[in-house]
């Protein structure tokens, strides 16, 4: 495989993803992957396909995530630097894979990222349609919402992108928007 597609990607995916709360956090991964790939002029589908594929283990696995990815993967054909990227998003959680590429650093920041957007956007009346990053900044800094998102890991990869953490929300929630209804994340009935 020359290249890793979000096809493919949510195939492989369904082999051993069925939880519903899983299959929609690979959802808001790959919409915030999709972004940063078009902020760093890189190609959207490999970076949306490798958000969607980010936690193929975890519903099996989930106490030894990440070790029983990379050879079914490997085996499937995926592109090593897919693979790696993959595997890098558990550094320092799960293994000691430092993240490198802007794909990589940027798999592991939206991970917990994704996860307060998604939480933050579930308590407003219109969704995320009408997040903005003040607001989202708000539920970020209290660290009692979307307790279980590690904060210090997301400041982490914030650093390694050298970007801030409002520049890396407001990507991840434009990419999060402009899939609103497939993210269950559009205005309330």
Known sequence: MEKLTLEEAKRLNAEMVTEDHLLLHAANVSACMGAFAEHFGED?????????????????????????????????????????????HGYTLHNDIRPETPMEKTLFTVDELSGIIQAAARMRPLGITDLEVPSFMKKFKDKKFAAKCNRELILQGCGMLGMDIREVSEIAIRGMKARAGELQLGPKA
């Open 44 to 88: 959207p589908e490999e970076w949306e396909a490798v958000g969607w594929l980010h936690d193929y283990d975890f519903e099996k696995f989930p106490d030894d995530h990440l070790a029983h990815t990379e050879e079914p993967l490997r085996a499937a054909g995926v592109p090593e630097r897919d693979i790696r990227a993959i595997l890098c």
